[in-house]
Structure formats: structure tokens, C-alpha cells
């Protein structure tokens, strides 16, 4: 089956160069920070405690992204293959045998993107060290380790997300019919739905705890109140295919209105939610994270205004930021990443629905209508998540519930979320529209 | 539509389809095909033609410069008096999808479409109000009245094929193209399937150009074209399943001569 699973990833590398991109950029990530628990084996007093904080929350967090990303892409990847895996199974592959193929393929994938992702990872730890040096929060006499924390964190995670990415995906393929259907709406799981309700719990605990708790306790607060965002955006994504179900049934009405158009987009929202939801988690994240620390950030400053800033809170806004734009790159990486790869995959769908006289133009309309409906869902759901760290931050450190940094802050997210959504769509629609339609039915 | 406007003695028939000397070449430099050279065909309105011939000979690409759906590398293509050459593929989409139909082997059916949507969808996409009655006729006299809220998974292989036939037949088109429209279905369907193409030829005055690999699909039609390295070779009237077999036969072992001299 190894052997099947190398020359099944040889022809179809597309489809698993999404999967490839998150495992390695999410190793990196986790690498670089978690480097940091090497460095502090040499240090001591505030130093130590410092450098474990910053790789154990920031660990932490990406551990969650990172685990979510591999898992989605690779979910996609085999539910794109689900023709293919049925053209095995009628050749006589068992369930077993097919499952196995299937794990295998994810564990090749991420060994290659967690090995490939090793001196990137050394490279980028360094500069995060020289980022707390400048800020003077680690001294200079501490230097640089990248052992096995680092490894550890970054391959552990990556191979275990990969694992039970694979385990789940290989089950969802040998589960029930061979063939692929054309209704792959269906409700959330249990086990989903307990594992938001699960995220919104400690998210809500978080937010409740920065609103009363951490009152007044001045930059403090930004440890309880920093992470909630991110869980809230996860719980919400999570929840993501009955909000793209639910979007369906919202907007029946204008979408008819809009004609072939709208029918067309209006048929996929409701029956590929799952699908599309795949490309909706990314946006929440995207936004939910960026809106939230931006947020954060504007409302410390707001906070610490009147008096002049330490080098301590330069250094931690510092590294806030650059904590926050890594987290905000890759989740803005994965949001192109995982559209190319829907959108590549639907070049029969086009096909298709050219031959049934759908002008190119037509087409490219449905894509930028749907986009528009999955991205203003994705900016709405994490507004949502954003509010969980920003709300309860500003009532913290200012006693008004209204975040500092004004609408711009949500203006420019969500504008630079809509222009990757759509832009990215727009542009592999274009090169999936390039191949004549019959040839792209084929 | 006014139907098929039947030939009386003396008048010449209404031409469906015509190409002359049509080649067409695959692919660019270095890797280069060619797939047909050299084809003349003149159809008239209201008639059923089937395309034959080895596999590999040209039929589905000759299907296809005819139908719109591929542009050939030389020659030209008049549909129903229109020429096809020079059209952007918007234009072009606009032709087919007032003037042809179209039935392939993999049915084609947009999945996430049920019965009904899929037939309303061409109408709709030309910008048309959509005639849901006509849409559920024509799915009754393909047999599906009943299934008009499926998705297309849901049926079986010649019920698809029979959604599409309804699909190509809906907006009244001047030419029905069907490739291999039989090649995946069982005896039965497949039966099915060319009693209905023969009926919107003999009863609704269509006409219907059909590749196939099966003499006894092809004696459905008025006359069957053979077809042999991309150009033509003769032509059967009226078409028994026999007469076709053998003349395939003969057909083939040129084919395998030619390839071997
Ligand atoms: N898109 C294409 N690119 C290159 N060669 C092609 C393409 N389509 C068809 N051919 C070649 O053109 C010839 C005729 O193909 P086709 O029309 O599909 O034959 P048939 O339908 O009779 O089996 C074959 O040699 C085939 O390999
Ligand atoms: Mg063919």
C-alpha cells in the first residue's frame, strides 16, 4: 500500500501541495517558538520564565492552528479523490487497504513538509531570539538552542495532526457508498459539535476572567484575554459547515433573484456546505485572530497612553505583533492555499457547467458570488471571535467595553480578507476556465 | 420551432449541418496529431446519423468541431446556415446553447443540480424565463415525471442519460449531438435511450448526429458515416445491424493493413 500511496502522491502532487504548504509552514512555526524552550535550559530568574511563557503560549496556540490546517487540507485532498477512491474500491481494494493508502499518503506528505521544514524553523527561531534581545527581555549571554523542543514540538504535531487527519479522512472514504454523491450537505457530527461547544466554553471562561478578574491588573491581562480569540475563531470554524448551510437558506431569496447565476451558486452553498466550509475556517481564523490582537494592541497603547512606554512595552508589543503576524501570514497562507485547491479541483464542475451553456463569464460570475457570500461569512464569524479578546481586554485596562483603534482596524481586515478570497478564486477560476470544456469533463 | 419541414418532391431539404474539408491537428509543435483531415458532410434537417468507425479515427473530435465545442485547424462548419469560425467562446456558448444540444457518454449532469434544475439551466443561462412546464413534459416523456426533485445520484445510469437527453432536447435545438450516449449503459438502457433519440427525430423533426461503437445502435439511424484514420470512408443507408458489423469489420482490418504497410 506504501508503494500504491507514493505513486498515487507522484500523480496527483496538486492535490496534496495544500496539505504540503500547512504541514510545512505550521512546522516551522511551531520550531521557531518552540526553540525557545531549548533556550531556556541556559537561562534563568525572568529570562527563563519568559522564554518558557512565550514557547508555551505561543506553542500552544499554533498547535491548535497547525492541527486544524493539516487536518482540513487533508480532508479536502481526499474528499476531492472521492472518485478515485470509489475506482479503487470497485478494483477490489478493501476498506482496510484503502484506509491504510490513504493514512500513508498523509504521513509521506508530512514527514517530506516536517523534515524540509527543519532549518527554516532553526532560522526563524533565531530571529525571535534576537527579537527578545533587542527588547532586552532575554540577555544577550543567553544564546540560541534548537534541540529537542524544537524538534519535538514542531515534528510532533505536524505527524500527530497528519495522523488523525489521515485516520479521520480514511474513514470518512471507505465509510458507506462507493460513489461520490451529489448531496455532501449532511448536519455536524456530535463529536464537532461538542468540541465547539467545548472551545466557546473555555473561550467565554477566558473572556469572562479578563473582564473581572484581571480588572485593572494593567498589562496582565493581555495573557488571560490574548488567546480567546483564537479559540472562539476555532469553536466558530468548527461550526462552519451549518453556517455555510445556514447562509444557503438565508439567502435562497436574493440568490433566485440573480438568476442562472445565483441558482448555480445557491445549489453548491447548500450542497457542498461541507466543502466550502473548508475554505470559510481560514477566513474566520484570518479575521477573528487579526481584528482581535489588532485590537488588543490599540487598546494597550490607548491604555498606556498618558504615560511614556517601557522598554518592556515596546518589547512586548513587539512581539505581539510579530507572534500575531506570523499566526496571521498562516492563516492567510492556508486561506489561499486551501481555495487554489477547492477551486483547482472543481475544473470538471466548470466544465460541466459550460457544456450546459454556461458562458466562461458565467462561470467566473458563480465563483465571485459564492466568494463573496464565504468570505462575508468568514469576516462575520470572526468578528464574532474577535470580540472574545478584545471586549473583555478593553473593559480590563480601560473599563469601556469599546476597544480602542476604531472601525479602520475592521475596515482593513476584512477588505484584505476579501481581496484574498476573491482574488485568489478569481485567479485559479480563470486557469481552471483555461482547458476547453470538453476536455475539462474528460 | 416549426418542426421538420418534411421534403416534398423537388424541394431541396433544409441543411442541418455541413462542413467542408474540415481538418483539425491536436496539440502544438513537437507533439502533434492529426485527427482529422479533409471531412465534407452535408446533413439534412430531420434526420438521424450515426458516426462509426475504429477507435481512434476521428469521431468524437469530428463531433466536436461540428458541435462548437472545439474549433477546427482547417475547413469550415455551417450550423443551420450559421457559420461557426471566428466567434469568441462567449459567442460561442451563445450558438450552442440556442442551437445544440448535447448527450455524452458521462451523462454530464450537474450534481449539485436535481432533475428539473437541470433541464431549466440551459434556458436560464441564455437568460430565458424558465418554462418549468415544458421542462416537466418533456422529463415525462422521457419517463422521469416522477423524479423531477433527484439529484442526479440518486438514478441510475440510463435515467441520467435520459435527464440529459431531456436537457439537450428542451430548448429546441438544430442539431443534437450524442457521444457514445450509449457507451456506459446496460442492453436495456441503452434501448431506451436510442428509442428515445429516434423519436426526436421521427416524431419532434430534430436532427440527431450520434458517434457509436455498436452496429445495433447505429441501425436506429437513417444512415450511418464511416469514418477511418480521420477522413471519411463511405457511408450505409438505411442500416441493418448486420450490414454495419461486416462493414466494420472490413473497415478495421484496412485500418490494420494501412498501419502495417
Ligand atoms: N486533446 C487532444 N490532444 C491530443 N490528441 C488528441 C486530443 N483529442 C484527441 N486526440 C487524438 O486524436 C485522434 C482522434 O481522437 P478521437 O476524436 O477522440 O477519436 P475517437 O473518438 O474516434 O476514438 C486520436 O489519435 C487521439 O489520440
Ligand atoms: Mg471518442
Known sequence: MTGLALRSLRRRASAFTATFLAVFLGAALLMSFGAMLDVAGDATGTARNTLLTVGLVVGGWGLLLVAFAVTSTQSLAVRQRAEEIALLRSAGATPGQVARMIIAECLLVAVAGGVLAIVPGWALGHGVLALMHDGAMVPETVGYAFGPCALGVGLGVTFASALTGGVFAARRAVRGTTVASGDEAGGLGRGRIIAAAVLLAAASGEAVTTATVMRGKGLDAMATSGQADIVAALALALLAPALVGGAARALAGPLRALGAVGDLVLAGLARRSRRLAAVVLPIILFTGIGIGTLHLQATENAASAGRAASADDRSVEVLNLVVIGMIILFAAIMLVNTLVAAVADRRREFGQQRLAGAAPGQVLAAVAVESAVLAALGIAAGTVASAFTSVPFAVARTGSALPAGGPLIFVGVAALAVVLTGGTAWLAARRALRAPAVAAVA | ?261
Do not use: W
Request: hydrophobic letters at 45%; a positive charge; proline letters at 4%.
Open chain 2, 1 to 261: 420551432m416549426s418542426g421538420r419541414e418534411h421534403t416534398g418532391r423537388g424541394e431541396a431539404p433544409r441543411e442541418a449541418l455541413r462542413l467542408e474539408n474540415v481538418g483539425k491537428v491536436h496539440g502544438t509543435d513537437g507533439n502533434r496529431v492529426r485527427a482529422l483531415a479533409g471531412v465534407s458532410l452535408r446533413l439534412a434537417a430531420g434526420t438521424f446519423t450515426a458516426v462509426m468507425g475504429p477507435s481512434g479515427s476521428g469521431k468524437s473530435t469530428l463531433l466536436q468541431c461540428a458541435a462548437g465545442l472545439d474549433r477546427p485547424t482547417e475547413g469550415r462548419v455551417f450550423l443551420a446556415g450559421a457559420e461557426l469560425a471566428g466567434r469568441s467562446e462567449a459567442a460561442l456558448t451563445r450558438f450552442r446553447r440556442e442551437r445544440v444540444g448535447f448527450v455524452f457518454q458521462r451523462f454530464n449532469l450537474l450534481p449539485t443540480l436535481t432533475v428539473l434544475q437541470n433541464v431549466l439551466l440551459p434556458a436560464k443561462l441564455a437568460g430565458r424565463r424558465a418554462n418549468r412546464a415544458a421542462a416537466a413534459d418533456i422529463l415525462a416523456r422521457v419517463g422521469l415525471g416522477d423524479r423531477l426533485h433527484h439529484l442526479p445520484a440518486e438514478l441510475s445510469g440510463g435515467q441520467q442519460q435520459r435527464v440529459a437527453i431531456a436537457r439537450a432536447l428542451v430548448t429546441a435545438p438544430d442539431v443534437v449531438f450524442a457521444d457514445e450516449p450509449t457507451g456506459a449503459l446496460d442492453l436495456r438502457s441503452a434501448r431506451d435511450v436510442l428509442a428515445l433519440l429516434s423519436e426526436a427525430v421521427r416524431v419532434h423533426g430534430r436532427t440527431v448526429v450520434m458517434v457509436t461503437h455498436d452496429p445495433v445502435a447505429a441501425s436506429y439511424a437513417d444512415r450511418v458515416v464511416f469514418l477511418a484514420d480521420g477522413a471519411l470512408a463511405g457511408s450505409l443507408d438505411a442500416p441493418t445491424a448486420e450490414a454495419v458489423a461486416e462493414r466494420m469489420t472490413r473497415l478495421a482490418a484496412a485500418v490494420e493493413r494501412g498501419a502495417a504497410a
